[in-house]
């Protein structure tokens, strides 16, 4: 299948490409494009078979449940059994945008895009190619991240190509995503409001709008004996191909540390890339070194954590040594996914 690429700006009205890529999605067919968080892989989300190609287009295990995009609230009543009032709450303080809510479902909600669970996860983005696309299409769209399933998440259009070129029929290609971390996952089903993934929206943002929110301890702790209720937590995600260790200390000595270890590897004749910062990067000696930003910008290092990732994948790096960052705001979400990418190898200096 040829794949076609449309680039389209946010802040002009590209209204032939919109009315192409809804009619595409009208008509059961993929579709990928821009959010706010990262690219999308869009489907009618109420047909099972649309569903389905997403599973098949992206090699995902079809038991790990797919967001369904909206864009205006009253769609909510087209997916959920009932509306909690939590939901109403959040909706107003944080859609559209990056928070994702799980509601039970009603009889609408095919199982092909819940995963066979009873419940439905519904995000209303707020990136204007995602609005247009699905109030264009008619349709609700079920959207997981963009990329091959064990791959990091698509932050640009050429990663989606990277990844799905000859297997969905068309890319709209929105620039660089504004936060680069999927969407907050927060469950209401819950008697207490559950966080299932961390994102952009923290617990302190959630807990001002709720009152008390509690953390799902599958994704606290590896060694935990929960599962992650989120199923798609519970896999390690992507593991990238050389073995990546975090490194956490006051800087010059995980600096030390990390050059250390690195000219001990390169003498065996191993190649060694760091993930460094802007303060950082030109003190290391590694064989491929990049800076994910400076080091107080915590919404560039969530913007850059997965281009940085595929970066090191193309290089053929046999080992990755990354500074570890501070965990306020996003930096949660932004530790979250690091950890899961180094399998929770942590070097304490
Ligand atoms: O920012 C985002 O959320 C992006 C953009 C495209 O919107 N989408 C995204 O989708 O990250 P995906 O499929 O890569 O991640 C969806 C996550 C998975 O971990 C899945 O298991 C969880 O949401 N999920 C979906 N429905 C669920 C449900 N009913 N109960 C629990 N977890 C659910
Ligand atoms: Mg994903």
Known sequence: METKTYKISN?????????????????????????????????????????????????????????????????????????????????????????????????????????????????????????????????????????????????????????LAGRIPLILDGGEVGIGIESTIVDLTEEIPMILRPGYITKEMLEKVLGKVSVDPGILDPDALEKPKAPGMKYRHYAPKAELTIVEGAQDAVVAQINSLTKALQETGKRVGVIGTDETAAAYCGDLILSIGAREDEDAIARHLYRILREFDEAEMDVIYSESFAALGIGQAVMNRLLKAAGHQVLVV
């Open 11 to 163: 802040d002009a009205i590209h209204l032939k490409e919109i009315k192409e890529a809804a009619a595409v999605i009208r008509e059961g067919g993929l579709v990928a494009f821009p959010t706010e968080t990262v690219y999308g892989l869009g489907a009618d989300a109420l047909r099972p078979e649309a569903a389905r190609q997403i599973y098949q287009a992206k090699g995902r295990p079809s038991d790990n449940p797919l967001i369904v995009h909206i864009s205006r609230f009253e769609d909510l009543e087209r997916v959920a059994r009932e509306i909690p009032k939590q939901a109403v709450r959040l909706a107003d303080a944080f859609w559209p945008g990056p928070l994702t809510m799980i509601v039970h479902k009603n009889t609408s909600v095919p199982y092909a895009t819940t995963g066979g669970l009873d419940t439905v996860a519904v995000r209303m983005p707020s990136h204007p190619v995602a609005l247009a696309l699905i109030q264009e299409s008619g349709c609700l769209i079920a959207a997981p991240s963009a990329n091959l399933s064990g791959r990091p998440s698509p932050t640009l259009a050429a990663h989606v190509a990277e990844d």
